[in-house]
């Protein structure tokens, strides 16, 4: 079925793929272009029950990250000899890829995973130059010894070896979140400085190096960017590794809408033989639960699809709720979809542990303030009013021009911290107060704010 | 069964020999408390008796070092944080670089031992101040660190180490800024913050706010014996922020119109608690029973390496208390300055590190003593 849709997804996939093959760098209009088709993919498709095919899923996280870094990687490779200063740092060139990452960011702040995805590229990018640079300077082949500026930490340059220590911790200082170490050593800047030290191309053998070290260290990029990738769509099954441990002989488990995680989750502890039961809540106004049971059955599942109404009558018989998750914030709270909020609280009430399921890269820097408004999306009131019955109600034109009746439909809900019991992601099980240490090794502090 | 014993009865009559040893000051008064208190304006009897006996009494209070060395110290010191804007850490760091140009020594070697001869002299005079100890003990441990890896001439090492010190100076109001302009997200318009104690880094978070044009109000409460609510509410209302003052014991009654509680901090500990004046304790117990969010405003400096594991654990800090009225003789009065909130009543905390939850706490300090 050839819906706009498909064929939007087709053509923004067509789009990277011809720019990635091009070998000239992306000129402003097209990464404006670029933009608007990435937000159209994610933003357009909200596939609806009643219209489309309804085995074809609604694009799920994963697949908008890697949407994300099919993108980065289409136009690293692509900018042929943009320098690496003007690729990672530089807001003015519209074309680079922080002043790119930060339109994406802005299009849909509410999709957390793009912000994510952008910030760890930048990470992989930092970290590629900082390793590249101590390597350079450590080795004093690539780089002229001239070249090394005097204010490696204020010292002269006659003694090259104990300059390459300074530099190493002072860029272990540099990668690592500000800490109480470096409040009294100032910024240090050296990390950067034999890199971009562009005194005019006066040699043609320090032209040629630097070109060897742009390319080495884009090489050196694309590989971690390519790392990612592999990462996040290996995600679900290095999640589901881990299901056998956390389920167990006649259990009875509840979810709440629909997750891809979450069905692999439960599908790997089928298969290993443990015989369990499963309540599907079913997740009004979409009603994602009755896909998920129909999946569930499909595999042999005993299931039973309750109203979101009923969670709280069902809970005292509920081993466990495992649900996944649409972000993870850096407090260890969770955004999920609209109805979590109460599972977590039935299941604090009747101490039932709470588990959330996500990948690595949906864990997002950033501390939650009034989530349940800035973080949410408020979607059309069709989905729960028929707008030919209530269209007098609704109607903007009576009276002083606001109706009676208000429709509110959030699609999300935000879970705090304390009601969540464990977090199962790609790298094993964590506690919620651990996600900070996460955070610590996936993304640089300067990358908060874009 | 396990009840507790009448175990005050015999502690009563066996308090008669002084808690102060001669080392420390004279009847065990905090000094730190002393200064906030004389920062804040509010001088008592009991004070002035004490400030008038100092004066008479120079140097026998101090420790047998050198006289002349520690002389310098704690006079330098006592100098600096007299005045009201700069922290305690601060005038420790500037006191310590004050030593450092004293100092005769020829090796590295020879400043750090009277560094910390000198460290240890302040510290031993005012046990009780939390961000002194802290600050003491970041600046030797930059200062043996930093030497690790000298290898140039004394002289120009001796240079770098006191322009750091005096740079530390700014990193007191630039971290303030920092943290202000970290905290500008949490205040949304409308809002109502219970404020207790009287910290200037609280203040600057919502000069920061006002500045922005937000729109809040601000519940203080009396902070008695210090009077901070009064002097609060008149920096406030300079700024037009719509101010009301309450009794500390009207801090339950008001909670449920409150949307959040801003504290400073005089030291954050190793577990991701924090000491603060009294009545933060209770003002944290109320909030956290009512879902109030509880945000704590703190530089990285104060983070000391304490674990205390009730309220009695931490070196005692006493404060005279004025009731305005003649007390019997026989009735005690519990005097001390400050109280310990456990981190699970505690939502975020503030500092020019970012935005911390209080398990990130004991993983910041373990990176620096390593």
Redesign the interface.
């Given at each position: 079925i050839y819906t706009k849709e498909f064929f939007l997804e087709r053509l923004s996939y067509w789009a990277f793929v011809s720019a990635a093959q091009t070998l000239r760098p992306i000129k402003p209009p097209a990464s404006h272009y670029l933009v608007f088709l990435f937000n159209s993919v994610s933003l357009s498709p909200e596939y609806s029950l009643s219209t489309s095919s309804p085995h074809r899923s609604p694009p799920s996280h994963s697949h908008r990250c890697r949407t994300c870094n099919r993108w980065c990687l289409s136009l690293l490779t692509s900018s042929g000899n943009v320098r690496l200063r003007d690729l990672k740092l530089q807001r003015d060139a519209p074309w680079s890829f922080l002043a790119v990452g930060a339109q994406l960011v802005a299009a849909n702040p509410v999709e957390l995973a793009v912000g994510n995805v952008v910030r760890r590229v930048l990470h992989i990018i930092r970290e590629e130059d900082l390793s590249l640079a101590t390597a350079a300077v450590a080795g004093l082949d690539l780089l002229d010894a001239s070249d090394d500026d005097e204010d490696v930490n204020?010292?002269g340059i006659g003694?090259p070896g104990?300059s390459a220590?300074?530099v190493a911790?002072a860029a272990r200082s540099t990668l690592?979140?500000?800490?109480?170490?470096t409040?009294?050593?100032?910024t240090p800047e050296s990390a950067t400085v034999p890199y971009t030290s562009s005194s005019g191309a006066d040699s043609e053998s320090k032209t040629a190096d630097k070109s060897s070290i742009t390319r080495k260290l884009k090489h050196d990029v694309i590989e971690g960017v390519n790392q990612l990738i592999h990462e996040i769509a290996g995600c679900h099954e290095q999640i589901a590794e881990q299901a056998i441990e956390h389920i167990h002989q006649n259990e009875v488990i509840l979810t709440l809408g629909s997750s891809r995680t979450v069905l692999e989750f439960l599908c790997a502890a089928k298969e290993k033989k443990r015989s369990f039961r499963v309540f599907v809540a079913e997740g009004a106004p979409r009603y994602q639960g009755h896909l998920l049971a129909k999946e569930l059955v499909a595999r042999g599942l005993q299931t039973t699809v309750i109203t979101d109404s009923a969670v709280f009558a069902m809970i005292s018989r509920v081993n466990m709720v495992i649900i996944g998750a649409h972000a993870v914030m850096?407090?260890?709270g969770v955004i999920g979809p609209v109805g979590v909020n109460m599972a977590a609280l039935a299941a604090k009430k009747h101490a039932v542990p709470f588990v959330v399921l996500a990948g690595s890269h949906k864990l997002c820097p950033l501390?939650p303030?009034?989530p349940e408004v800035l973080l949410n999306e408020l979607r059309s009131p069709s989905e729960l009013l028929d707008f030919g019955e209530f269209s007098d109600c609704l109607d903007f034109g009576t009276g002083s021009g606001s109706p009676l009746l208000q429709v509110v439909n959030p699609t999300f809900d935000y879970v705090p911290p304390s009601l969540v019991s464990l977090f199962i992601t790609d790298t094993g099980g964590h506690n919620p107060?651990?996600m900070?240490?996460l955070i610590a090794d996936y993304y640089s502090?300067d990358d908060l704010v874009m | 069964m396990w009840r507790r014993s009448a175990s005050f009865i015999l502690d009563r009559s066996s308090n008669s020999p002084p808690m102060a040893d001669t080392t420390q000051n004279p009847d065990a008064i905090s000094a730190y408390y002393q200064t906030r208190a004389a920062h804040h304006g509010v001088i008592t009897s009991d004070w002035l008796a004490q400030a008038q006996a100092a004066v008479e009494q120079p140097d026998s209070t101090h420790s047998g070092l050198g006289p002349n060395k520690s002389f310098n110290v704690i006079d330098e010191f006592n100098g600096w944080r007299k005045q009201p804007d700069l922290a305690e850490a601060v005038a420790a760091i500037r006191a310590m670089a004050a030593v450092i140009r004293a100092s005769e020594a020829t090796t590295m070697m020879e400043l750090e031992i009277e560094l910390k001869k000198a460290s240890d002299t302040l510290k031993s005079w005012d046990k009780t101040s939390i961000s002194l100890t802290a600050g003491c003990d970041l600046f030797i441990r930059y200062v043996t660190r930093t030497s690790a890896l000298e290898y140039e001439d004394f002289n120009s090492a001796k240079s770098r180490l006191l322009e750091r010190a005096e740079k530390f100076g700014e990193i007191s109001c630039k971290a303030r800024k920092i943290i202000a302009m970290l905290s500008q997200d949490f205040i949304f318009d409308g809002c109502t913050i219970l404020v207790h104690g009287l910290s200037r880094v609280v203040l600057e978070v919502l000069k920061t706010a006002a500045q922005n044009n937000k729109l809040f109000r601000v519940l203080c409460t009396e902070g008695r014996p210090d009077g901070t609510g009064v002097l609060l509410s008149n920096e406030l209302s300079k700024l037009d922020i719509p101010v009301k003052l309450l009794l500390d014991s009207a801090v339950a009654y008001s909670m449920d119109e409150v949307d959040m509680v801003f504290v400073g901090a005089d030291g954050v500990v190793e577990s991701g608690g924090i000491i603060n004046m009294m009545g933060t304790y209770q003002i944290a117990l109320v909030a956290h029973s009512m879902n109030k969010p509880v945000y704590v405003a703190a530089e990285s400096y104060k983070f000391a390496r304490l674990y205390p594991l009730d309220q009695k654990d931490m070196a005692p800090a006493l404060r005279p208390i004025e009731f305005g009225v003649k007390i019997p003789a026989k009735v005690e009065v519990e005097r001390s300055a400050r109280d310990y909130t456990p981190p699970q009543y505690l939502t975020l905390l503030f500092t020019d590190l970012g935005v911390l939850s209080p398990s990130v706490v004991s993983d910041e300090l373990i990176q620096l003593y390593l």
């Open positions: 204020g010292k003694y104990m220590a300074v911790a690592r979140p500000p800490s109480l170490q409040l009294l050593e100032g850096a407090n260890g501390y303030h009034n107060s651990y900070y240490r502090a | -």
